[in-house]
């Protein structure tokens, strides 16, 4: 079963410094895919990065990056120069092979505000 | 952006009533899912199709059924709707199962059951 803990509380930030959000996984699985998807309070689910587990370089994606630490299981999401329209709640999420569903498993989330 | 449409985007209605949710999509994906999120859990998938006529189960699919007639659209229903099924609900499509394929989402559906 693949499973992803996120239990950081709201996180804030001055605006145009660097957040890290935190994201540790458990799968038995030796291929998997790790995303971040951003939600803003309009409530729509925007993804932000992809990461590959045999990938052997951290994504990037403009300001996002991902600090992909596989022997700890982690996947945190680094925002560099935060800006106010980060503040949102970020999910971490998973999929596995391509199997029955290849579905998704979601973390809980964590708020993210970012001030000025 | 994905060309996905879900409908309504907000629904009142009470306990006992069947409801209809939409997922429209315009990119010709084979794979489509429908997931609810809950304060604390996230998102948890209901259930998914991966073609026309093809559906199966999630995680959390008692109460809910859908059906899946066209590639463009996936119906989920609710037969006889509780107020735990009270909640944003949202469809997600893919072009793949591969792991390194991003699911899209719509926007979201908000439900509220009295």
């Known amino acids: 079963a693949q499973k992803i803990t996120q239990t950081q509380p709201g996180m804030f930030v001055q605006e145009k410094e660097a957040v890290t959000l935190d994201c540790t996984y458990d799968?038995?699985?030796?291929?998997?895919?790790l995303f971040w998807y951003k939600q803003p309070s309009s409530g729509e689910m925007i993804f932000l990065i992809y990461?590959?587990?045999?990938?052997?370089q951290n994504a990037t994606e403009g300001r996002y990056s991902l600090n992909f630490q596989k022997a700890r299981k982690s996947a945190n999401l680094v925002i560099s120069a935060s800006q106010l329209g980060d503040s949102a709640m970020y999910f971490c999420a998973m999929r596995g092979p391509p199997g029955a569903n290849s579905k998704l498993t979601f973390g809980k989330g964590i708020t993210l505000s970012v001030r000025p | 952006d994905a060309g996905i449409t879900q409908s309504p985007r907000h629904k009142v209605t009470e306990t006992g009533t069947p409801v209809t949710l939409r997922c429209h999509q315009t990119e010709n994906h084979r794979y489509m899912y429908w997931y609810r999120q809950d304060p604390g859990h996230g998102l948890r998938l209901i259930h998914y199709?991966?073609?026309?006529?093809?559906?199966d189960k999630g995680e959390v699919s008692d109460g809910y059924s859908v059906s899946r007639s066209k590639t463009e659209d996936f119906l989920l229903t609710l037969e006889s709707a509780t107020s735990s099924q009270t909640s944003v609900y949202f469809c997600a499509i893919s072009e793949s199962r591969q792991q390194n394929q991003p699911q899209h989402f719509g926007d979201g559906t908000r439900l509220s059951i009295l």
């Open positions: 799968t038995s699985d030796p291929s998997y895919g």
């Open positions: 199709s991966y073609g026309v006529k093809d559906t």
């Open positions: 990461q590959g587990s045999y990938d052997q």
